[in-house]
């Protein structure tokens, strides 16, 4: 089942760029809480930096996405279509069960490989969206990890 919207992935040329716009004209803040190390969270497969947002009181956050080059899916994406919605993604209470129906309803899942926490789908079968589901137990695992602040707790 889906649970509610987990978050918008945005694409930015820079943290300065984003953070003018979502936390000093919005007014929004971090997530301590879901940025698991101290300032950034790096992606080594997009070599890309990515931050938590808050958006208000709800459990909605934005996913900032920093692209560092053009050599990963981000990179090249911000390349072609500048600062933009790159994703919307889903919490729902079980991945494997919900891509499974969804690739039986004909939607073409994305191959991040076997040990993928989350599910993504081919934006030409959502209305051009890049979708993504987000299993509610990862992050349930990644929260009970996670000290105020973002500390990593061993």
Do not use: C
């Amino acid at each position: 089942m889906i649970l509610h919207i987990d978050h918008l992935g945005l694409v930015a040329r820079s943290y300065d760029e984003a953070a003018d716009l979502l936390l000093g004209t919005f007014g929004l803040v971090l997530d301590d809480g879901r940025n698991p190390e101290p300032d950034v969270i790096y992606m080594a497969r997009e070599n890309a930096d990515i931050y938590f947002v808050k958006v208000g009181g709800g459990e909605t956050r934005i996913e900032l996405l920093l692209p560092r080059d053009a050599s990963g899916g981000m990179g090249r994406w911000l390349q072609k279509r500048g600062p933009s919605v790159h994703h919307i993604a889903f919490m729902v209470d079980d991945v494997a069960l919900h891509s499974a129906e969804l690739r039986d309803k004909g939607l073409r899942q994305i191959d991040l490989g076997p040990d993928a926490a989350a599910a993504f789908f081919q934006p030409k079968d959502t209305m051009g969206i890049l979708t993504e589901l987000v299993d509610v137990r990862t992050m349930d695992r990644l929260h009970e990890t996670a000290r105020p602040g973002g500390a990593r707790v061993d």
